[in-house]
């Protein structure tokens, strides 16, 4: 078990690091602490503002789309 909570941990902290912070989103050690230990409502939180990310980073693109092809048919 032990071994599982600190594989767990190393896990999360290598995605927060590598992926979640490129997204904007950056979890804390308390965090992550609460997923490994399966607190309730942990993961959820975090799939949550996960999703209000990409929602926001592809919103943004959208936006950036329209204003290019505008630019462009000038």
Do not use: F, P
């Amino acid at each position: 078990q032990a071994h599982s909570v600190s594989q767990k941990t190393y896990n999360w902290n290598t995605l927060n690091v590598k992926v979640l912070k490129k997204l904007g989103l950056n979890l804390t050690k308390k965090e992550i602490e609460s997923i490994v230990n399966m607190e309730a409502d942990s993961i959820e939180k975090v799939i949550l503002a996960l999703k209000y990310h990409i929602e926001s980073y592809m919103a943004n693109r959208r936006s950036q789309r329209q204003i290019d092809v505008m630019a462009n048919s000038r």
